[in-house]
């Protein structure tokens, strides 16, 4: 099972917008609404930010949004704040033997 | 709250043995599946193993299959991880993390891990 596909890196100003994409296959983000997005800080362990695609947990800023068309899944953060600057990764169920695969992870730079 | 916390990492050299703990509190382990996933130092995240509430189920990714065993005791709220056969490249932070319910789909609590360390 191949890793998701994330770009390394991406940045914006404070308050602006940002999207990250998450490309798979139509055996995991395209085939499942089970497309999750982590945050991490360095030294930190991941936080759950969206799950089932769209979905924020209790106490996550709705500042954080998901979506999806097709194979690729996006996380938008809008607003963005220094306290952003995380490394960002997807997952996704997949319908192989194995059944979770991560994104290659997105560094967010607040400039 | 839900609290997931590791331990049993460390160094050990190719070849060796290891067995990591996560003692899970804060909701009743029974009721979910569970899971480990590994950061190598610098990198991204690795899904190395899943296991189902009942034990019904289990999962390893290929890269562990063989020299890994997963493995939990629910009376005991405790999952565990059997590394045999330890190469160079299972150097990495190793998470246990808990899914969203008793079959694999989602996780959403993490730990803060445990270093595990294999050199000469």
């Known amino acids: 099972q191949s890793a998701l596909t994330q770009p390394a890196s991406v940045s914006g100003s404070p308050g602006q917008s940002i999207t990250i994409s998450c490309t798979g296959t139509?055996?995991?983000?395209?085939?499942?609404?089970?497309v999750s997005w982590y945050q991490q800080h360095p030294g930190k362990a991941p936080k759950l930010m969206i799950y089932d695609v769209s979905n924020r947990p209790s106490g996550v800023s709705n500042r954080f949004s998901g979506s999806k068309s097709g194979n690729t899944a996006s996380l938008t953060i809008s607003g963005l704040q220094a306290e952003d600057e995380a490394d960002y990764y997807c997952s996704s169920y997949t319908s192989s033997s194995t059944p979770y695969v991560f994104g290659t992870g997105t560094k967010v730079t607040v400039l | 709250e839900v609290q997931l916390v590791e331990s049993g990492g460390g160094l050990v050299k190719p070849g060796g043995s290891l067995r990591l703990s996560c003692a899970a509190s804060?909701?009743?382990?029974?009721?979910?599946?569970m899971n480990w996933v590994r950061q190598a130092p610098g990198k991204g995240l690795e899904w190395v193993s899943s296991i189902s509430s009942s034990s019904s189920y289990i999962y390893y990714a290929d890269s562990v299959k063989g020299r890994f065993t997963i493995s939990r005791d629910n009376a005991k709220n405790s999952l565990y991880l059997q590394m045999n056969s330890l190469r160079a490249e299972d150097t990495a932070v190793y998470y246990c993390?808990?899914?969203?319910?008793?079959?694999?789909?989602?996780?959403?609590?993490w730990g803060q891990g445990t270093l595990v360390t294999v050199s000469s």
């Open positions: 993390a808990r899914d969203r319910s008793t079959v694999v789909t989602t996780i959403d609590y």
């Open positions: 139509s055996s995991d983000v395209g085939g499942y609404n089970y």
């Open positions: 804060g909701f009743t382990f029974s009721s979910y599946s």
